[in-house]
């Protein structure tokens, strides 16, 4: 076997084949000549893709390997880990953008020589399309601290990497060099969660919209990540980033690179103890800073003329990448942080926070949902800054938003924010501010507060504490309607309960069964699991919470290459296979066309062969959602196919399933009687504490 060739885990057999891991340990105690490990552990073993492939292609389990997956394994089983992997990867598309005639030319070598005329081509390319290395900043020692982000590799660095590079050009070929290095990193980022704090998609294009809105300029990420703040900039001229981690900067450079043309600059440092942008002055700075660091350079950086504002605490790191964002600005930037809701509060931050107020810095504060972005149980903030310019006066008032009251938002969590309603109330409450320097009073929302109603012995710029309540309920009128609605609902249930049960002519008596997995093998129904595509269909999502809560579709996919989701249909039933709940969901004419979420299953019946609601009526039995679950460490799984419902003709089935309509259409209005009924409540107590409602 070749030093370079690529190795795969059992896992990533089983992702190959379309099987379980079990199924792939059974194929190695089964078969003699399934392929012998090559690396790993003895617990995890590795094996060789190729003769994986090969074995795969023998046996008639594989007729062929899909290209994205192949590129995927092949990147995965690098000799030098999965970061090395992609950065060669990122190197290799922009020659595949740059120079497109040349890289054909490539591939047709022998790989030893295509490696050597690559890392010829790159270092011609990297004048124009690797991101310029900046040079090295040095901290308060005067020691050099930076590194390259992006160094071009060697003949001898790209050896290993050829077969991956030749995969990696023949996927560009199919979506694209930028698209190629999304998917690619993508995966990579899903595939290891823990090790990355990702900014989503929501409130980077929020903040970038903020800081610069439709207009072109410079900026700057000082602690960029993954490159996502940056990558939301549309029209940026330059884009400079920087990160501790040297694999994200190097990763963030060639994103960034084959995402526009804009001159690209990255750095691998600390940013705040050796800033390798010291002398630059953006149009916008971007930054989501790590919260609650200790370390961060209280001591060494004492005397640093950055802390224009005062010199920040041991515990209020947070402030220190405030002040770092200001001193990169041009004199009229703007900078906007994603910051923690503490840092608005902590008396040890009220000296500095002061400061900004009274040199016009700080110009909004505004409080974002719980789960808007990580760490997700708590609702962030983002600080709007703005570099004072020589001789202006402060501006007199900062404007305040609290996004998280907005409607749907406080119930919502992660991945189902209404983002389009909080990005266009944020916006509609900052471009008059921004205009005017004054915005018109929204209850409940936002408030253009005077500085110096601010400047008191706390400084507590937290927006919740200085917002005027929202009118109850929207006032007296808005309580009658919800208050009719209630009454017509109330009425509709009782028209709905069900009637007295008759007693069946022999009780207990069992029907014959059969179960879903028996039907999916006879054709009767068809199966298919929830969690494929991307959003580059536009399709609303339907999840396990819309499924659990009978509401309308309110996910959406991940980014990334365009993939086929799976799409309902009327008369399609859904079923969550994690929790162990006794549901099923009929999808109606509003609910198709939504792609199917992660974590559902769903059944299409045949409709010669079964009727819907009598399918998804049995499916809720709780005896029948028992003996077909399964226990995990932490929650119960439902394996589908061992659902059972009963062998009985058409006509008989549709007699079930109006039975079965009947009491999804009651339990429809239950769940609505509740939520208004709690609207109610909530409205008549806020609007009794408000005056909007007198006792009498």
Known sequence: MPDNAAEVTAAGIARLAGVGRAAVSNWRRRHPDFPKPVGGTETSPAFALGEVEQWLRDQGKLAEVPLRERVWQQLTGHPAGAVAGLVHAGCALLVVRERPEQWFQLTALPDQQMAELLAHLLEDVAVHGLPVNTPDAVNTSGAVTTRDAVNTPSAADLAPSVPLLRGVGELAAELGARQTFEFLLGRHLDANPRQYTLTPPGPAELMAALALGSSAGSVLDPACGTGTLLRAVEHADAVYGQDADPDLAALTGLRLALHGRAEVRTAAADSLRADAFTGLAVDAVLCHPPFNERNWGHDELAYDPRWEYG????????????????????????????????????????????????????????????????????????????????????????????????????????????????????LDAWAPFERDGTAEEQPGLSRSVPVLELLDDDVDLAPARHLPPPAAAGGADALDAVREELGVTLRRTAELTPPPAPVAPHPGARLPLTTVGELARAGALVLRSGGAGTSASGVPVLTEYDVLNGTAPSGTLPDGPAEEPVLTAPGDVVVPVLGGGAVARVVDEATAGAALGRGLQLLRPEPVALDPWFLAGFLR????????????????????????????????????????????????????AGRLGEQLVQGLHDGLTDGVVRPE
């Open 311 to 426: 010199l920040p605490a041991r515990t209020e790191s947070e402030l220190a990448w405030v002040q770092h964002a200001v001193a990169r600005l041009r004199e009229g930037g703007t900078a906007v942080l994603l910051m923690p809701p503490a840092a608005a509060s902590r008396r040890s931050g009220r000296r500095i926070r002061a400061g900004l107020l009274r040199r016009g810095a700080l110009r909004a504060v505004i409080a974002l949902p719980a789960g808007a972005a990580p760490p997700y149980g708590i609702p962030l903030h983002l600080w709007v800054l703005r570099r004072p310019g020589a001789g202006s006066p402060p501006a007199p008032e900062l404007l305040l938003v609290d996004a998280a009251g907005l409607p749907g938002a406080a119930e919502a969590g992660r991945d189902k924010l209404p983002w389009q309603a909080v990005q266009s109330a944020v």
């Open 621 to 672: 039995s709780t005896a029948n959602n028992r003996q077909a679950s399964s226990y995990m460490t932490t929650a119960s799984r439902l394996d589908v196919r061992r659902l059972q419902l009963p062998r009985l003709p058409l006509a008989e089935q549709r007699g079930y399933g109006e039975r079965f309509r009947a009491l999804a259409a009651f339990e429809d209005a239950l769940r609505l």
